[in-house]
């Protein structure tokens, strides 16, 4: 698959919202309970433009310098811009002041800067904690035993809002191998909401195993091939 024409994004943002409906009402889903994130990591700003005429408000970017450029030519300010690359801490000011969330937090110390570095003056930044499902050493993201710790810590926070939990599991074409890590997640969700912890979301299932993480209750689907294209290589 090579990079998308502006009418093939805009078809391709059409064919993965039918998608999500159609996994919506097989599971059992509410409607319009799945958010679509267009990961447009790598992609110019043009592709953004094209997925935003389709009424698309939500982007996901991973490299922070190219996300910047974007933001800074951004066709409209109600578009929500989401960090979902590893976080240094060199580099979370700008991701504070920035973004709107932030998908990849897996230790306190991140969360802490993000919240010193975020304008009191703007909405608290939406934070999930990543957490690392399938124990693969090569993964970000804490264990599911540590979630509970994090999560307290970070709920306390001024700044920012805990929202919920992602995951990237180890990739496979088994849709019952697939689903595994996502109930894991979810039934971890499930568990800190019962020590009181409050959270919405679950940022789980990408353009290869969406329908398995809306079968166990993702929120958001993080979808780029299957919009873009496949993505221009970083140097």
């Known amino acids: 698959m090579k990079h998308a024409s502006q009418n093939t994004i805009a078809q391709n943002i059409k064919s993965i919202r039918n998608l999500v409906s159609d996994a919506e009402k097989k599971y059992s889903r509410q409607p319009g309970s799945v958010q679509l994130l267009a990961v447009s990591k790598t992609h110019p700003i043009e592709d953004i433009r094209t ?34 690359g590893p ?63 994090l999560a307290k810590q970070i709920s306390e926070l001024a700044n920012i809002q805990l929202r919920g939990l992602m995951t990237i599991p180890a990739a496979t074409d088994n849709f019952d191998l697939q689903r595994r890590p996502f109930r894991m997640l979810r039934e971890l969700k499930e568990e800190l909401q019962s020590h009181g912890i409050e959270m919405d979301t679950l940022s789980m299932g990408m353009t290869n195993d969406m329908e398995a993480a809306i079968a166990e209750g993702s929120t958001m689907v993080r979808i780029g091939t299957a919009i873009f294209g496949q993505r221009n290589k970083k140097d």
Do not use: M
Not at 60 to 70: H, M, T, V
Not at 100 to 115: M, P
């Open 51 to 84: 997925a935003f005429a389709e009424n698309q408000l939500h982007f996901g970017e991973n490299y922070l310098q190219d996300a910047l450029s974007k933001i800074e030519h951004s066709p409209d300010q109600s578009i929500e811009w989401h960090f979902i």
């Open 87 to 149: 976080i240094q801490s060199n580099k979370t000011r700008q991701i504070a002041q920035n973004f709107s969330w932030v998908h990849t937090i897996d230790r306190l110390k991140i969360a802490q800067r993000l919240s010193e570095q975020r304008n009191p003056e703007q909405k608290p930044l939406n934070v999930c904690i990543q957490v690392n499902t399938s124990g693969e050493s090569s993964k970000s993201g804490i264990s599911i035993e540590e979630t509970l710790t």
